[in-house]
Nanobody, 122 residues
Framework: QVQLVESGGGLVQPGGSLRLSCAAS????????MGWYRQAPGKERELVAR???????DYADSVKGRFSISRDNARNTAALQMNSLKPEDTAVYYC????????????????WGQGTHVTVSL
């Protein structure tokens, strides 16, 4: 099976930085897109950033210029560098990936990590 494991969350003051990491492991044949989503209390889960195997990237308007997503295709990892954090960035951040395994081939299936908490507060 496939696992996505996030790390790097925590408590940070406004204006600070955090770096989230995501590692995919298991019987992975191919990964199309890797991304980060977040869900704040009482709100729906939303896309933060995603990066395709081609290198193309998408960002939510609210994080453009502050967050940067990267990916290591050889290691099946992705990272989200978050700078100039604001209290409204407080949420549980989830790593997601569309993965093709030897079993699901030729289909890409969505996989999710357990989530990591990010709290931006004084």
């Amino acid at each position: 099976q496939v696992q996505l494991v996030e790390s790097g969350g925590g408590l940070v003051q406004p204006g600070g930085s955090l770096r989230l990491s995501c590692a995919a492991s298991g019987d992975i044949f191919d990964i199309n897109v890797m991304g980060w989503y977040r869900q704040a209390p009482g709100k729906e889960r939303e896309l933060v950033a995603r990066i395709f195997s081609t290198g193309n990237m998408d960002y939510a308007d609210s994080v453009k210029g502050r967050f940067s997503i990267s990916r290591d295709n050889a290691r099946n990892t992705a990272a989200l560098q978050m700078n100039s954090l604001k209290p409204e960035d407080t949420a549980v951040y989830y790593c997601s990936a569309k993965i093709r395994t030897r079993i699901t081939n030729p289909l890409f299936v969505d996989y999710w990590g357990q989530g990591t908490h990010v709290t931006v507060s004084l």
